[in-house]
């Protein structure tokens, strides 16, 4: 039986760290958990799936009827093995069975499998998973993203209780990324699955997730709803969990036109545009991201450009890369930063210094798939 609902208070202390967490989740969408390198993510997940066992607390399950199965009590003395939580364990690297080929894998695993859920047929997870062109290549013939679709299908068709994905897309490239999203994207809406995302990817987290746990140094710093839990905290706080090679942001939707398709939004006081894809409502707190290479500098304001958002700020630093035709300059707005890379050759040409008053070009078209 699906967890429907998970509750953790747990301690663990190692010679250089301390996981200290009480939280409960419940699984209408994806969980994440979400902090930087080293916060002690994925030790909570092991812990949560008996891999690595608790100092003191309790973990407990309980599903869609209320039913609790305690998974971990210290005070119970009981710690139930991996196998009997029904956990799926997703890693970045998942590997197949080299031996056997794809569809063999997917066999093994529903074969084994002894739990039930009609949802989860051998068929269901092909056909969702868009599968049926790489059953008969061999494991080599596969490429990465090629390979974590079929693991994902295996780990499904062990018919888990619960689904832990630990940074399931770190390592792929981009494009590989942008293969695999739309397939987490409709796991849980497919099979009804509860699911723990472990990120330090906002991105991922924005786009997958409904609720958000964010963790730091092995303590909780923040849970809610993840559209607004980032929001909560103070920007710069934030700013250490954003990839090098984008900015974040957070704003507040103002207005929706809905002919043009564009919602307007607050951010810092600067209105900025983003095409109406999301179903974003006023007044609503987002997270945005903003990669470098989508923002572009002018020294004075441009008149008729295509450009929606023009944003006033002030240059705080800037740098060329030695070995690229490329230069990364960072801005104020208000305060906060907002990285740009232009090639070698603007940044000499516009003459940019240090305290310059200059304008941020963002085109609305660059935040489809890269912001919420
Ligand atoms: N078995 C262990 N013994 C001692 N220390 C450990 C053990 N497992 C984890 N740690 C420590 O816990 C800390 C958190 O590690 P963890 O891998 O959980 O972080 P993370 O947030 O998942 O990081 P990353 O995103 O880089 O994978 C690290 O400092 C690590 O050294």
Redesign the pocket.
């Known amino acids: 039986m699906s967890a429907n609902r998970l509750y953790l208070d747990i301690e663990k202390k ?4 301390n ?1 200290e967490i009480s939280q409960e989740f419940s699984f209408e969408a994806p969980v994440a958990i979400f ?12 812990m949560i799936s008996g891999l ?1 066992t608790p100092d003191n607390g309790s973990i407990r399950s309980s599903d869609g009827r209320g039913i609790e199965t305690v998974w971990y009590d210290r005070k119970q003395k009981i710690d139930e093995a991996t196998h009997k939580r029904q956990i799926g364990y997703l890693f970045q690297d998942g590997r197949l069975f080299p031996h056997l080929s794809p569809i063999e894998n997917l066999k093994y695993a529903d074969k084994r499998s002894k739990h039930q859920n009609s949802q989860l047929s051998l068929d269901s997870v092909i056909e969702n998973l868009n599968l049926s062109s790489l059953l008969d290549k061999t494991s080599r013939e596969l490429s990465g993203g090629e390979t974590q679709r079929i693991v994902l299908g295996r780990t499904l068709l062990s018919r888990p209780s619960l689904l832990l994905l ?2 399931p897309l770190t390592g792929l490239d981009r494009e590989r990324k942008t293969e695999i999203l739309p397939y987490l994207e409709s796991l849980q809406s497919n099979f009804s699955i509860p699911i723990i995302l ?1 990120s ?1 990817d906002i991105e991922e987290v924005l786009r997958l997730t409904g609720s958000t746990l964010i ?1 730091s140094e ?1 303590r909780k710093i923040a849970f809610g709803k993840t559209q607004e839990v980032f929001v909560e905290k103070p920007l710069e706080h934030l700013q250490i969990f954003t990839q090098s090679d984008s900015s974040l942001f957070v704003g507040v939707v103002k207005n929706i036109d809905k002919e043009m398709m564009l919602a307007e939004i607050d951010v810092l006081g600067q209105q900025l545009f983003l095409p109406q894809r999301f179903p974003l409502k006023v007044d609503q707190k987002i997270a945005i991201k903003i990669r470098m290479q989508d923002v572009g500098i002018a020294t004075i304001y441009p008149q008729n450009t295509s450009f929606k958002n023009i944003i006033p700020c002030v240059v705080r630093s800037f740098e060329l890369e030695e070995t690229s035709p490329f230069g990364e300059v960072v801005l104020d707005v208000n305060g906060h930063s907002l990285k740009s890379r232009i090639t070698r050759a603007s940044l000499i040409n516009l003459g940019l210094k240090a305290g310059m008053n200059v304008f941020a070009l963002i085109k609305s078209a660059s935040f489809q798939d890269h912001s919420i």
């Open positions: 190692w010679e250089n760290f996981i902090g930087a390198s080293g916060s002690g993510k994925s030790s909570l997940l092991r690595e630990d940074e472990v330090h963790i092995g």
